[in-house]
C-alpha cells in the first residue's frame, strides 16, 4: 500500500482561498467515504480537521471543507490565516490489511 | 476532555527493544480502538497497527509482524506498543492514537480523533 500523494506545497495571501489535494486509487481514497484530514504544527500532535471526506469535528473552523471526486480527495481552506500555516496529511481507511494509509503531506505557507 | 499521554523519550541501540506506553483519561479506555502510528524525522505518517483494548485483539501492518506487539492494562487504562530489533530506520516519533466513533450509532468511524504527545524514538550506536 503506497503512501496517498499530495502536493508538497500550497500557499496563499491571508484571505484567499486555497485546495490540497490527495490522491490515491480505489483501494483506499476511491473505495469508501472514509478520507479524514490532519493539520499539524511543527513539534505537535496531529489535529483532526475533516472526516469521512467533508464532516467537521466540533471546534474545527467552517473554513476548512473536505470533498472527493473518484481516488482524488481535496481539502479547501477559506479566508487563510496566518494560524493556518502547519502541514497538513490525509489518511485513508484503506480494503487491504494495511488499515490506514496516509499522505505524503503539504505545507501551507501564508505570504 | 479525552487525554493520551505518551512516555518520554527513548535512546536505544541497535538489536534492542523498546516499550512505549500510553495513558488514557477523560473516556473509557475499552471503548475505543488505540491505534500507533509513527513518524520518521521530516517524513509522513506510517500506520503500524492497532488494539482493541477490550478484547486485546490486535492488528498489524504486515512489515512490523513479528517486531511489534500492542497490548493494554485496563486497569491502569494504558495501551502499550513493543518494537523490537531496533534498527536505525525506526528512528522516528512514534504516536497513539484513538479512532473515533460515531455519537449516534456507536459505530467505528474511521479517523483518529485524539492523539498523544507522541514519544521519539532514537536508534543510535
Known amino acids: 500500500q503506497s503512501a496517498l500523494t499530495q502536493p508538497a506545497s500550497v500557499s496563499g495571501s491571508p484571505g484567499q482561498s486555497i485546495t490540497i489535494s490527495c490522491t490515491g486509487t480505489?483501494?483506499?481514497?476511491?473505495?469508501?467515504?472514509?478520507v479524514s484530514w490532519y493539520q499539524q504544527h511543527p513539534g505537535k500532535a496531529p489535529k483532526l480537521m475533516i472526516y469521512d471526506v467533508n464532516k467537521r469535528p466540533s471546534g474545527v473552523s467552517h473554513r476548512f471543507s473536505g470533498s472527493k471526486s473518484a481516488n482524488t480527495a481535496s481539502l479547501t481552506i477559506s479566508g487563510l490565516q496566518a494560524e493556518d500555516e502547519a502541514d497538513y496529511y490525509c489518511s485513508s481507511y484503506t480494503s487491504s490489511s494495511i488499515l490506514y494509509v496516509f499522505g505524503t503531506g503539504t505545507q501551507v505557507t501564508v505570504l | 476532555q479525552v487525554q493520551l499521554v505518551q512516555s518520554g523519550a527513548e535512546v536505544k541501540k541497535p538489536g534492542a527493544s523498546v516499550k512505549v506506553s500510553c495513558k488514557a483519561s477523560g473516556y473509557t479506555l475499552t471503548g475505543y480502538y488505540i491505534h500507533w502510528v509513527r513518524q520518521a524525522p521530516g517524513q509522513g505518517f506510517e500506520w503500524m497497527g492497532r488494539?482493541?483494548?477490550?478484547?486485546?485483539?490486535?492488528n498489524y501492518a504486515q512489515q512490523f509482524q513479528g517486531r511489534v506487539t500492542m497490548a493494554r492494562d485496563t486497569s491502569i487504562r494504558t495501551a502499550y506498543m513493543e518494537l523490537s530489533r531496533l534498527r536505525s530506520a525506526d528512528t522516528a516519533v512514534y504516536y497513539c492514537a484513538r479512532e473515533g466513533r460515531y455519537s449516534f450509532t456507536d459505530r467505528v468511524a474511521h479517523m483518529f480523533d485524539s492523539w498523544g504527545q507522541g514519544t521519539l524514538l532514537t536508534v543510535s550506536t
Open positions: 480505489s483501494s483506499d481514497v476511491g473505495g469508501d467515504n472514509y
Open positions: 488494539i482493541n483494548p477490550d478484547n486485546g485483539g490486535t
